[in-house]
C-alpha cells in the first residue's frame, strides 16, 4: 500500500467521520424540538399496565407490528424516565450513530477502492429526508434503526464471507457468520419488515461476486448465483431458517392483514410513494412539509423537484450503462426493492378509507434509502465498461468535481427539507400538554382522581384504553391516586392543568325521600333515572345528608360500589360500570340514614363547560 493510497484512505475516514458527527448534531437538534408522538404514548400506556417482562406485554401486537425487543426497551425507557422525552431522544441519537457507524463499515466492504462513490454513498444516506420522518417519532425509530443498522451489518458480512479474501480465514469467516444471524435476529424482534434484510444481502453478495473473474460463465455451477450461494452456505441456510421461523410466528401473532383492503388503493399508494417521496428525496426534497393534526408531516415537493429527480435518476441510469459493467442490474435491483418494499405495507394500509397523503409521510422509506446508498456504492466501486477504462484510469478531475459539486448541493438541500420537516414536527400540542399535565398532577398529588381520555388532538378514542391518563401517566411517581370515588372531583383540561370538574348531563337523577332533616334511605332504594343507559363506564355525581359516617352501595346493572360518606351534608362523586334505567343506593354501615339530593350521569367534564 502506497502512502499516496493510505493518505487518501485516511482522508475518506476523517470526511466520513466530520459526516458521521454533522448527522448526529442535526438528529439531536431534531429531536431536541420535538417530543412524545401519537404511538408513543401507546408504548408508554402498555408499558404502565403490564409488567414490561411479561407476554401479555413484549408479545403484544401493536397495529399488526410484533416487535418485543422494541416493547421490551420501550419499557425500560418508560420505568427508568416516565413522559421524559430526554431519553428516548438520547436513545434515538444513540440508534441513529450505530446505525450510521454500521452503514460506513459496509460502504467501505462494498466500495473498498471507490472513494468519492464511497462518501457520496454515506452521505445520501446520513442526509436523505427518507430517513428523517422514521427516525424523529420515537415508535417508528424503535423499529426502523435497528433494521437499518442489521441490514448493514448483514450486507458487509455476507460480503466478506463470499469474496475471496485471504485474509477471512476459517475463525473469521464463523465470526461472521455468527455476526450476521444475530443481527438479522435482534433486528426481527424490533421490526418485521426486517426480513428483507436477507434478500437485500444476498442480492447485494450476487452482485460483487459477479464481478470476479471466472464467475458468470456458460456452466450454472460458475454461475454469480450459484458461487454466493455455495460460499457462504452456512449463512444463507441459517438466515432462511430464521426467516421461515419467523415468518410463522408473525403470522400467528400479529393483526397485520386484517381489515379492508384494496389493489387498487394499494397501488396508488405505492405510485405517490414512488413518484412524491422517493424521486424528490433523490435531489433533497421535499421542501415543504404541512401537517393536518392529529397526522404527522407529510412531505409535498414542488413539481420541479419531482421533474429533477426523474431526470438525475435517467441521468445516472444512462451514465451507468454506458461507463459502469453490471450497474444497469444494480439500479435495477434498488428499483425492485424501491417498489417491492412498499407493497406490503401499502397493502396493510389500503383502506377506501385511507388518504394517500399517507404515503407522503415518508415513514416507511428509511430502508430505502439504505438499499439506494448500497446500489450508489455498488455503482462506485463497478469495473469501467470498455473504451471508458482507460479514461478513469487517467482520472480525470472535472467529472470527480462535478460529482463532488452535485452531492453537496443534494445534502444542502436535504437539509432545508429537514428544517421545514422540524419546524412542522414542532407543532404539536403534545409536549406542553404532557408537561403541563405532569405539573398539575405533582402539586394534586394528594387527590384521587377518574380517569380520562387525553385530549383528542393528543390522542383520538381509537387508541383506549392508552388513551386514558392513567395508563399514559401510569408510571410517573408523583402524582394522585386513580380511583373510583372521590369527594373532589377535578379534571385535566385541553392544556393539561388541573381544574374543578363536573359531569355532563347525560341522565338526571331524582332526589330520594325524606329531607336533610329527616333523612328517609335506610335500605335499598332505586333512583329512577331520567333515560335509559347503555352499558358503559359512567360517572355519577350525587350531594347527600348522612347522620353518621359509614359506607353505601351503589350500582346501575352491574357490579356493586361502596361509596364511603361523612355525617353532614357533602358532594359525592363515583364512577360505575353499567346500564338500565334506574341507580340503586343502599346503607351498608348498620343505623346509617341518609337523604340524596338530585344528581347527575355522565362523563367527568371541565365544570365550567358543564351546564
Known amino acids: 500500500m502506497t502512502d499516496e493510497h493510505s493518505a487518501g484512505l485516511a482522508r ?50 401493536h397495529d399488526g407490528h410484533f416487535m418485543p425487543g422494541a416493547f421490551l426497551l420501550a419499557g425500560i425507557t418508560t420505568v427508568a424516565a416516565p413522559v421524559q422525552w430526554w431519553l428516548p431522544a438520547a436513545t434515538l441519537v444513540v440508534l441513529q450513530v450505530l446505525a450510521s457507524l454500521a452503514v460506513w463499515r459496509m460502504i467501505r466492504t462494498l466500495a473498498p477502492t471507490a472513494r ?33 443498522a442489521a441490514m448493514a451489518v448483514v450486507v458487509a458480512n455476507a460480503v466478506l464471507l463470499v469474496r475471496r479474501d485471504p485474509a477471512v480465514d476459517e475463525r473469521r469467516r464463523r465470526v461472521l457468520t455468527a455476526g450476521a444471524i444475530a443481527a438479522f435476529v435482534v433486528a426481527l424482534l424490533f421490526f418485521e419488515k426486517s426480513l428483507f434484510i436477507l434478500p437485500v444481502a444476498f442480492v447485494a453478495a450476487v452482485l460483487v461476486t459477479g464481478r470476479e473473474a471466472g464467475v458468470g460463465g456458460g456452466d450454472y455451477r460458475d454461475s454469480a448465483l450459484t458461487v454466493t450461494a455455495r460460499r457462504a452456505r452456512p449463512l ?44 424528490p428525496s433523490l435531489v433533497g426534497g421535499p421542501w415543504h412539509w404541512d401537517r393536518w393534526l392529529p397526522s404527522p408531516p407529510m412531505g409535498f415537493p414542488a413539481v420541479w423537484m419531482i421533474v429533477a429527480g426523474w431526470v438525475l435518476l435517467a441521468a445516472v441510469v444512462v451514465w451507468t450503462w454506458q461507463t459502469r459493467r453490471g450497474g444497469l442490474a444494480v439500479w435495477a435491483a434498488a428499483a425492485l426493492y424501491a417498489v417491492g418494499a412498499q407493497i406490503p405495507v401499502m397493502w396493510n394500509r389500503s383502506s377506501p378509507a385511507t388518504a394517500l397523503e399517507l404515503a407522503q409521510t415518508m415513514r416507511y422509506l428509511p430502508d430505502t434509502a439504505l438499499v439506494i446508498a448500497i446500489a450508489i456504492a455498488l455503482v462506485a466501486s463497478a469495473p469501467p465498461r470498455g473504451a471508458h477504462a482507460p479514461r478513469a484510469a487517467a482520472t480525470s478531475r472535472a467529472p470527480r468535481v462535478a460529482l463532488a459539486v452535485g452531492a453537496v448541493a443534494v445534502v444542502a438541500s436535504a437539509l432545508v427539507g429537514t428544517a421545514s420537516f422540524s419546524a412542522s414536527w414542532r407543532d404539536d400540542p403534545t409536549g406542553d400538554y404532557l408537561a403541563t399535565a405532569k405539573k398539575s398532577l405533582a402539586q394534586h398529588r394528594d387527590l384521587v382522581m377518574f380517569d380520562q381520555a387525553l385530549p383528542l388532538e393528543v390522542l383520538t378514542p381509537v387508541a383506549y384504553p392508552n388513551n386514558q391518563i392513567s395508563r399514559v401517566f401510569g408510571r410517573v411517581r408523583d402524582r394522585p391516586r386513580f380511583g373510583s370515588v372521590t369527594d373532589r372531583l377535578m379534571v385535566l383540561d385541553e392544556a393539561g392543568a388541573m381544574v374543578p370538574g363536573g359531569v355532563s348531563p347525560v341522565r338526571e337523577v331524582p332526589e330520594s325521600g325524606g329531607t336533610c332533616a329527616r333523612p328517609a334511605l335506610t335500605g335499598p332504594t332505586r333512583l329512577t333515572l331520567s333515560g335509559p343507559l347503555i352499558e358503559w363506564k359512567w360517572t355519577v355525581a350525587l350531594s347527600y345528608c348522612a347522620d353518621v359516617d359509614g359506607e353505601i352501595g351503589v350500582r346501575l346493572d352491574g357490579d356493586e360500589l361502596r361509596v364511603p360518606v361523612r355525617a353532614g351534608l ?42
Open 570 to 611: 357533602h358532594p359525592v362523586y363515583f364512577q360505575l360500570s353499567g346500564g338500565g334505567h334506574e341507580l340503586v343506593v343502599r346503607p351498608l354501615t348498620p343505623g346509617l340514614a341518609l337523604h340524596t339530593g338530585a344528581g347527575r350521569v355522565g362523563e367527568p367534564i371541565v365544570a365550567a363547560y358543564a351546564p
Open 116 to 148: 468519492l462513490g464511497a462518501i457520496v454513498a454515506l452521505a445520501f444516506y446520513l442526509f436523505s429526508p427518507m430517513t428523517v420522518s422514521s427516525f424523529a417519532w420515537w415508535a417508528a425509530g424503535l423499529n426502523s434503526l435497528p433494521m437499518q
Open 236 to 279: 444463507w441456510l441459517a438466515l432462511t431458517g430464521v426467516f421461515a421461523v419467523w415468518i410463522v410466528v408473525y403470522l400467528s401473532v400479529s393483526s397485520a392483514t386484517a381489515g379492508p383492503h384494496s389493489l387498487g388503493q394499494t397501488g396508488r399508494l405505492v405510485w405517490r410513494s414512488v413518484n412524491d417521496a422517493i424521486v
Open 12 to 61: 475518506i475516514g476523517i470526511i466520513a467521520t466530520v459526516a458521521i458527527v454533522a448527522q448526529a448534531v442535526v438528529r439531536g437538534i431534531l429531536v431536541a424540538r420535538g417530543n412524545f408522538y401519537w404511538d408513543d404514548l401507546i408504548l408508554i400506556g402498555k408499558a404502565s399496565a403490564h409488567p414490561i417482562l411479561s407476554w401479555d406485554y413484549l408479545g403484544a401486537d
